[in-house]
């Protein structure tokens, strides 16, 4: 049972590259989330799917692109990458209203 | 603007010593909070959490306070013990939000064998 995992661990773009961040998560879980975690500071919500086919913008979309077509998968496009887009990003799955089941993290570095 | 606040970076305790972790926030619609650890190259692993209907809730060596009136909720660990060192970060959601959560900026607890 792996949870929720998240690839690839590392990377690092050149500005104004893309990237898609993979999240997949094994739990049958509705609700998939997508946060990043800047030095410091704690987790922000940029995107959330309630259900394939259904996503919505949380604190920090700019930037961003999510899709929502399996239960199991929740990728987070970033189209043209921005230094203040460096940072760590976290992928997390619940069923509805119950605990977030968080993955190992993304560490994204925007030079 | 930061609606959930933990406002000790860092705290460092005796192993077998208490530890207490503190959280204030804003929002008077928060109804449901969570402490969540984290250890480095980790993603956040749920800890304890409580409802607003109550005031205590606990779990072995966690007990997590919340005091509604003044907005701040607490967690004591009780003996700590140096596996506890880790990164705690409270967290909140409304009663209308998708399970959205808010997270505090985080405490770096060190137990110290």
């Known amino acids: 049972n792996a949870g929720v995992t998240q690839t690839p661990k590392f990377r690092i773009l050149k500005i104004g590259q893309s990237m898609t961040l993979q999240c997949t998560q094994d739990?049958?879980?509705?609700?998939m989330y997508w946060y990043r975690q800047d030095p410091g500071m704690g987790l922000k919500l940029i995107y959330y799917?309630?259900?394939?086919?259904?996503?919505d913008k949380g604190e920090v979309p700019n930037g961003y692109n999510v899709s929502r077509s399996t239960t199991e998968d929740f990728p987070l496009r970033l189209e043209l990458a921005a230094p203040s887009q460096t940072s760590v990003y976290f992928c997390?799955?619940?069923?509805?209203?119950?605990?977030?089941?968080f993955g190992p993290g993304t560490r994204l570095l925007v030079l | 603007d930061q609606q959930v606040k933990q406002n000790s970076p860092s705290l460092s305790v005796q192993e077998g010593r208490i530890s207490i972790l503190n959280c204030d926030y804003t929002n008077s619609m928060f109804d449901y909070f969570l402490w969540y650890k984290k250890y480095p190259a980790e993603g956040p692993t749920f800890l304890i959490s409580i409802s607003s209907i109550k005031d205590k809730n606990e779990d072995g060596r966690f007990t997590v306070f919340l005091n509604k009136s003044a907005k701040h909720l607490s967690l004591h660990i009780v003996p700590s013990q140096p596996g506890d060192s880790a990164v705690y970060f409270c967290a909140t959601r409304t009663q209308t939000g998708a399970n959205n959560l808010f997270f505090g900026t985080g405490t770096r607890l060190t137990v110290i064998p």
């Open positions: 997390a799955s619940s069923k509805v209203l119950e605990t977030q089941y």
């Open positions: 799917s309630v259900g394939a086919g259904i996503t």
């Open positions: 739990m049958n879980h509705n609700y």
